[in-house]
């Protein structure tokens, strides 16, 4: 990831458009940023919410609230409680998110 040609700039996320994106089950709310290349995002899943597909993208992602489960395409899961974070690079492993309680996150890809 490179982060060029963004000047300082401040978010106010209770200003950015919430876009929402069903699940298998459930339905994730998306409210995003662009910069250049760089998608910064506040997600909301909603309890019991299980993605539709395994995703092979980057991210740098943080809990906010609540706990994520992510499965890896190996078999592989890992909870994530408020405070804590996944680094991942394109294509490097594909995984794919779902929570029983439902969770906000911070992700920048």
Known sequence: MQMQN???????????ERTEHPGVTGVAYWQ???FGDIRVRMVEYTPGYLADHWCSKGHVLLC??????TEL?????FILR???SYQVADQAEAHRSST???ARLFIVD
């Open 82 to 84: 408020a405070g804590m």
């Open 6 to 16: 963004i000047p300082f700039v401040t978010t106010t996320w209770d200003d950015v």
């Open 32 to 34: 995003t940023r662009n």
């Open 100 to 102: 029983v309680t439902g």
């Open 64 to 69: 906010l609230e609540g706990e994520l489960h």
């Open 73 to 77: 395409d190996d078999g592989r899961t």
